[in-house]
Structures are given as structure tokens and as C-alpha cells.
């Protein structure tokens, strides 16, 4: 499976390369804009990256979910310059990529709860954040049409 660091190494020329107007438009008024689903990308490194560092050192967590469209308008992302959003998403996903590398293998089987949600290990969590960014990052690509 692809890494993070390749997954941000695949997608930082393409992203580099939509346009102001592209990553502000929505599609709907109720449908998240290019620059607020990287905005989401973000914040979500941001709650994952907490979680992984405790799950690291401790087994059996239950750790809260957090409010992801809260999350986006709080953080104002649909009016930041798309090229500071892609800088900084680029930027904590490769730090976090290294957070990632640098987990001692036997917290890989640790266990956390997410919101509430059913008990998995620290190891799928981190297969499962790929897969996430893949998964958003093709939306910004079929919004923006990049």
C-alpha cells in the first residue's frame, strides 16, 4: 500500500496547479469547496495526529471523534489563498508521515475507540488515514477538474 509521503509526492504537483478560482467553487452550498476538503484533510491530521501519539503509548483507548464541518468553517478555510492551504496540507501530511515511521512496531497492534465507534487497531487507523487523503484527494480532483 502506498505511504503517506507518497501519497503527498503524487498529489503536491497536481494540487499546485488548480487554480484560485477552481479550489474556491462549490459545487453545492451545502458541498465542501477544493480548498475546504484539503482544509478537512488538514484538520484531520490534526485529530489523527494526537491519537496516534497516544495510542503509541497507551493500549485500549477510547479517544472522541470531532465535529469535521465545524472543523472547516471555524478554521475558515474556503477564505485562505489556495496556495497557503496546499503548502501547509503538504507540509503536516509529510511531518505526520514521519510521526507514522517513527512508531515503535509493537504499538502497531495497540487498540482505540474513535468517537465511539467499534475498537481497531493503531496499525489500521494509519492504513485507514491513507486511504482518507486518497479518498478526498479525489474529490478535489473531480471538483476542480484537475
Known amino acids: 500500500m502506498m505511504g503517506l509521503a507518497e501519497v503527498v509526492a503524487g498529489a503536491l504537483l ?4 488548480i487554480t484560485e478560482e477552481l479550489a474556491s467553487r462549490k459545487p453545492a452550498s451545502d ?58 496540507w503538504a507540509a503536516y501530511q509529510l511531518q505526520f508521515a514521519h510521526v507514522i515511521a517513527q512508531l515503535p512496531p509493537a504499538s502497531l497492534g495497540h487498540t482505540l475507540s474513535i468517537g465511539g465507534g467499534d475498537s481497531v487497531t493503531l496499525e489500521f487507523v494509519a492504513a485507514d488515514y491513507v486511504c482518507h487523503q486518497l479518498h478526498h484527494l479525489a474529490q478535489i480532483w473531480e471538483r476542480t477538474g484537475a
Open 14 to 17: 497536481r494540487l499546485q496547479v
Open 31 to 88: 458541498v465542501w469547496s477544493g480548498k475546504q476538503v484539503l482544509g478537512h484533510l488538514i484538520d484531520s491530521g490534526v485529530n489523527n495526529h494526537a491519537r496516534f501519539v497516544r495510542a503509541s503509548v497507551e493500549d485500549g483507548l477510547a479517544l472522541p471523534g470531532y465535529d469535521q464541518d465545524v472543523w472547516v468553517e471555524v478554521g475558515g478555510w474556503q477564505e485562505r489563498p489556495w496556495s497557503e492551504i496546499v503548502e501547509l
